[in-house]
Antibody
């Protein structure tokens, strides 16, 4: 069964770059699918950040695009998120998830357990 | 950007009752691109419905989705204690995803 696990610093200083990695087990990223990042500020709703294909093709939320870079390392079966110039508004639980699609549409499943990243000096 | 508005914000019901949750889009959404998730405190969202009406693997048949265009509904036919949670709708269009703000289903 496919499992995803986020990892990275839980505290980042304002103006610095947030870096997270998602490790996938039970499925080889090289076999296909897009893989995405979604975040959730404390007590608030969900916001899609962006997604990447195993080939490295990416697409991003237009509202975050100027600050986001998502990359993939198929040798480690991982994909990563970098978000630059962070502020307190970027404090959130960050989830990674597999993006599924067919003629029934697009959706995220499964999800990682999430990791809280706090932006504070 | 397609904005999804969920209503009500909070729904108070008792176990055994029927729950009807609404998700309204600011523009027409292809019914193939509407999904529903359940989220419990401290947990990641869990996929319930995709393609507006297809249940995900392992989801009980008391959960059903319907709708088209701009109006979509998640129905829980008979509430179980474990169904009290926050529910989100999600759409995919023009190469990006948006989520509704959520409906909290609480025990009355």
């Amino acid at each position: 069964q496919v499992q995803l696990q986020e990892s990275g610093p839980g505290l980042v200083k304002p103006s610095e770059t947030l870096s997270l990695t998602c490790t996938v087990s039970g499925y080889s990223i090289s076999s296909g699918y897009y893989w995405g990042w979604i975040r959730q500020p404390p007590g608030k709703g969900l916001e899609w950040i962006g997604s990447i294909y195993h080939s490295g093709s990416t697409y991003y939320n237009p509202s975050l695009k100027s600050r986001v870079t998502i990359s993939v390392d198929t040798s480690k079966n991982q994909f990563s998120l970098k978000l630059s110039s962070v502020t307190a508004a970027d404090t959130a639980v960050y989830y990674c998830a597999r993006e599924n699609w067919n003629d029934k549409g697009n959706w995220f499943d499964p999800w990682g357990q999430g990791t809280l990243v706090t932006v504070s000096s | 950007e397609i904005v999804l508005t969920q209503s009500p914000g909070t729904l108070s019901l008792s176990p055994g009752e029927r729950a009807t949750l609404s998700c309204r889009a600011s523009q027409s959404v292809s019914s193939s691109y509407l999904a529903w998730y359940q989220q419990k405190p401290g947990q990641a969202p869990r996929l319930l419905i995709y393609g507006a009406s297809s249940r995900a693997t392992g989801i009980p048949d008391r959960f059903s989705g319907s709708g088209s265009g701009t109006d979509f509904t998640l129905t829980i036919s008979r509430l179980e204690p474990e169904d009290f949670a926050v529910y989100y709708c999600q759409q995919y269009g023009s190469s990006w995803y948006t989520f509704g703000q959520g409906t909290k289903l609480e025990i009355k």
